[in-house]
């Protein structure tokens, strides 16, 4: 499928051996080989032809469609967790995106990125430094306003789970004792349970990325 549309052959590697990231983050996570993080790598939107694994970033095509036909394409854009988040890296993977969606899939016109994750909490930026690439990474998004939340610790756990490669209880809020099993050598990992013992929580926000012309 990905041959026909003239996907690289590099980008189809990448797509399908993303597993053994998951696979990695879950023995982080747990301590032990597991397959129940294989969600995240999303078999059916991979072998579909939906999620591609491009550089630094993964994307999901999707599209919007909000009534009286106004319709659109965006990327839905991912942050795997294969290393740091460079600038630079990131620039060059939205940009590689652009263009071989532009050339491979050219019914859908991409609109814009669309990122949803905690990296996008704007409290972080009151302790992390401004030249981190998780802030210099907030800095290209546009933020769409924060709706209410059903569960106010969802982000405490996404958080945890996902950033941190912590086991976290499958819901309510953290305890104490979650938070004890933080290590507190990172500022990340500083800010996260500062944060949560101040009694505020983190957020799942939402952002678009321009594409870039
Ligand atoms: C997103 C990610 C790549 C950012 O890493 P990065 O490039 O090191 O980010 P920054 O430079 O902004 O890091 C700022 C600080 O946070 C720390 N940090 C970043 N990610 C961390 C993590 N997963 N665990 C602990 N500390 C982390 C850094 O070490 C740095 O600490 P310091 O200021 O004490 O030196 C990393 O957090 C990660 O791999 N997360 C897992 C994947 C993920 O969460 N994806 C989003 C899913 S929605």
Redesign the pocket.
Known sequence: MHARRGVPEAVTRATVSALGGVMS?HRQIFGRAGVGLIPLWSPPLRFRGTDFEIGRHAFTRAQLGIGDGVSGHVLMM?????????AQASEESVAQATRLFERCYPEEPVAAFV?????LDPDLADY??AD??????QRRFDLLPQLPMKDPSEGDR??MR????LSVPDDGPLTEDDLDRV?Q???????FVSHLRAGEHWQ?RTGVLRKPS
């Open positions: 983050t991912h942050i795997p967790p294969t290393g740091r988040l460079d990122c949803h994750s905690w990296l992390l430094s981190s690439n998780i802030i210099r990474f996404e958080m996902l950033g941190l490669h290590p050598e990172t500022s990340l990992q500083r800010a799942l």
